[in-house]
Nanobody, 122 residues
Framework: VQLQASGGGLVQAGGSLRLSCAASGRTSSIYAIGWFRQAPGLEREFVAAITWSIFSTSYADSVKGRFTISRDSAKNTAYLQMNSLKPEDTAVYYC????????????????WGQGTQVTVSS
């Protein structure tokens, strides 16, 4: 499975961005896709995830109510709609795919895309 993240950029606080994660290869093996982010000097953190077949979603508390994850199965693409952005959302955002439920529950993702930079100015 290959993942291509896109959609990052520079936005003012309060603005919105939509990230895309296009999957290719053995996409039928995907159980879920997640978004993670890493700010300078900090550890990578979970942002949101969506299961590929039953649309189940999960979010980090810090983004609940502001971010929405979705997916288009026909396009093998997951999206992260980010609204009401804050300066603390500034980070490199990565998408990742996991093949097995047990690994999904443990946060152990199998495949990672390259990051896309999101910068929120105050």
């Amino acid at each position: 499975v290959q993942l291509q993240a896109s959609g990052g950029g520079l936005v003012q606080a309060g603005g919105s961005l939509r990230l895309s994660c296009a999957a290719s290869g053995r996409t039928s093996s995907i159980y879920a896709i997640g978004w993670f982010r890493q700010a300078p000097g900090l550890e990578r953190e979970f942002v949101a995830a969506i299961t590929w077949s039953i649309f189940s979603t999960s979010y980090a508390d810090s983004v609940k109510g502001r971010f929405t994850i979705s997916r288009d199965s026909a396009k093998n693409t997951a999206y992260l709609q980010m609204n009401s952005l804050k300066p603390e959302d500034t980070a490199v955002y990565y998408c990742a795919a996991v093949q097995r439920l047990r690994d999904y529950k443990r946060g152990l993702y199998d495949y990672w895309g390259q990051g896309t930079q999101v910068t929120v100015s105050s």
